[in-house]
C-alpha cells in the first residue's frame, strides 16, 4: 500500500471478544470508515461465525493500518493468540450485558499475560438495558488494571442515540453510516458526565503525581495532559480505556478509528515489548499459513524490522510474491517494510510461528502453542481411491492449522482427527470438501479396548491333516496364564526331550503372539504368558506352518475357556472452569462413570480450578460438547492415558 502522507510505520491492530459480540461487524465499519470496504455477507444479521482470522489493509488519515478480526469462539482461540502475538494493540469487543462479562475473562488473561496493550470497545450499546455502570464493574472483575470509561452514553427515548466524550467534553449524536455530528450535551447528562470525567481523572492520576497534586488542589487538567496520560498508561498496561459503540450502524467506529490512531504503540515499540532488538538485519515472523489454490502456499507474516523486497532469499526459499489486502481483495506489492503485515508467496520451507531473516539467522521469537485437543472424530472416504490424495490434502490442513492432530489408530485401523470441537472439525472437514473435492464419512473414533483373562488353562492343539500323499502335522499343549496388568505378552517353551523340535519352537511363540491380536471379544489379549509344556510331531508331515495352525487352534480355545474379560482404556482428566462452575464439573464428571481425585486452584489462574478424575474413555467422546454448553463455554479440559480397567459390562464386546 502505498499513499501513506505521514511516513508513520503501519501499525496493526486485532479485534478480539467473545463469540459473537460484533467483531466482523466493526471490522467491516472500520474498514468502511477508512475508504476501503470489504464485501458484505448478504444478510450481515445472519453473518457466519469466523473460523479464521480475517484481514484488511487501509489507511486513517494517512496512516497505514492492518486490521485483524478474530474468531471469537473457543474452538478457534488459537488463532486469535496467534494474531495478538503479532499486533501492536487489540480490542476487546464486548456486549453491554453485566451476564456475559465472564466470556471475557481467558482472552483478558491472555493481552495481560503478553502485555499486549489493549482498549474495550463496548458495541451494541444500542441495545443497553439498565446502568453501563453494571456492566463496566461486572467487567472490571476480569480485567487486571482499572478500566476508564472514555465516553458517556446519551439516551433519547429509551435508546442510545450517542455519546459525550468524557475528556473532551463534547457530545455527538450517531448517524448511521456517517460520522456523528456534534450536539449539545443534554442538560441531564452533565453530572453523568462529571462523574465519569472525575473517575478518569482519578485514575490517571494514581500514576501521575503532577496531576494528583492537580486533583487535590482542584485545578482541572488540561484535555492535553489526559490524552498524554491515557497513552501512556495504555501502552504500559496501566489503564484499559472504554469506548462504546454500535457497530452495525456505525456508531462510535470514527471515535475508535481516532483513539487507536493516537494510542497504538507503533512497531518499534511492540518489538521492544517482545524483547527483539532494534538494529539487525531485516526480521519477519510468520503468523498464519495458507494453502491457497492459484497463489500456492501463503504466510502470513509480519515484519518486526527491516524491509524486504519480492524476490529475496527468505527461509531457504525464494520469496514468491508479497500480497495485501485492502478491502479483502489481494493485491501485490514489490516491497514490504518495518511494522506491515503482508502474505508473502511460496515459503515452502517455513512454518507458521517461525522468524526468518534474508539470508541470515534470525533471532528466536516466542509464539503461542496450540492448546491440546479435546474433540475427535474418525473420518474415511467414500471412495478409497481418494485416500491418497486425502493424505496429500491433511498434510496441508496440518500445515494451516496446528490445533489439528492426526492419528492412525494403530489397534482400529481408523484415521481420527482430533482437534478443538464439533464446529471446528466440521470446518475441517468442509474444507477437505471444499478445497480438494473430497467426500468424506465421519463417525464417532472407536475406543481402543483390549482384553485379558482371568484364570489359567492347559489346552491342547492337534492339526492332523492327510491331502494326497503328503500331510500336515502338529501338537501341541500349552498353559495360558494371566499376567500382572501393564505386564504384556510373553511366551515361555519348556519343551523338555525335543517332543517339539528346537527349530519349530518359534512358529508356536509367533503364532501364539499372533493369536493374542484378536481374543474373544475381538480385540488385543493383553497381559497374558504362553508356555509351551509339551507337543509331538512327524518327521516328515511336521512344519512351521503346521505347528502355527496347532497353535492357533490352542490359543482359540484356550482363551475362550480362560474366564475373558473386557478391559477398557482409563484416563486421567483434569477439567479447567471458573470457579462458579467447579460443583458442575464434579457432577459432569461421576455423571460419566469418572472417579473424582481431588480438585484445586489453577496454577496462574485466579478464580479458576482445576478438577481432576480418572474416567473411562468411553465416556470422552462429546464431553467437551456438555462441559462447554454448562460453563458458557469456558470450561475445556486435558486427558492422558491412565490404565486399563476391567469392564463391569458398560464396555461393548465389538461386532463380528
Ligand atoms: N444490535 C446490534 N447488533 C449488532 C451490532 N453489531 C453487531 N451486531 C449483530 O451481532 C451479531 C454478531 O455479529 P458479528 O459481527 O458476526 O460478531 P462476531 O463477534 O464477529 O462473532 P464471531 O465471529 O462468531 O465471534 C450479528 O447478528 C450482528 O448483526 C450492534 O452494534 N448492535
Ligand atoms: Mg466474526
Redesign the pocket.
Known sequence: MSGTQNGRSPRSVALV??????????FDALMDAAGSPVKRPAD????P??TELRLGHCIYLGDPWTLI?C???IEFAHETCCALAMVDLAVL?CEPQPAKALAIAPLMKTLADHHVPHVVFI?????LEGSLRDTLAALQAYATCPLVLRQVPIAEAGKVTGYVDVVSERAYRYRRGQPSELMQIPSAMADAEQEAKSRLVETLADNDDALLEKVLEDIPPSTGELYADLRKDLAAGAVTEVLL?????A?GIRRLWKALRHDTPDVAATAARKGIAPDGPPLIQVFKTVHAGHTGKLSYARLWRGAVKDGVTLGGARLGGIYQMPGGEMTKAAEAEAGQIAALGRLEPVATGVAIAPNGTPEPLGFPAPPPPVYALAIATTDRKDDVKLSGALQKLLEEDATLVLEHGQDTGETVLHGQGEIHLNTTVERLAKNYGLKLTTTRPQVAYKETIRSAVQQHGRLKRQTGGHGQFADVKIDIAPRARGAGFAFIDKVVGGAVPRNFIPAVGDAAEEAAKKGPFGYQVVDIAVTLTDGQFHSVDSSDMAFKTATQIAMKEGLAAADPVLLEPIDRVTISVPNDFTARAQRLLTGRRGQILGYAEKPGWPGWDDVEALVPEAELHDLIIELRSQTMGLGTYRRSFDHLAESRGEAKPRAA
Open positions: 471478544g467473545p463469540y459473537g459480540s460484533g467483531k466482523s461487524t466493526l450481515p444479521r445472519n453473518r461465525t469466523t478480526d474468531p471469537g469462539s469487543v458495541n451494541k450499546i444500542d441495545t459503540g454500535a457497530a452495525d450502524q456508531g
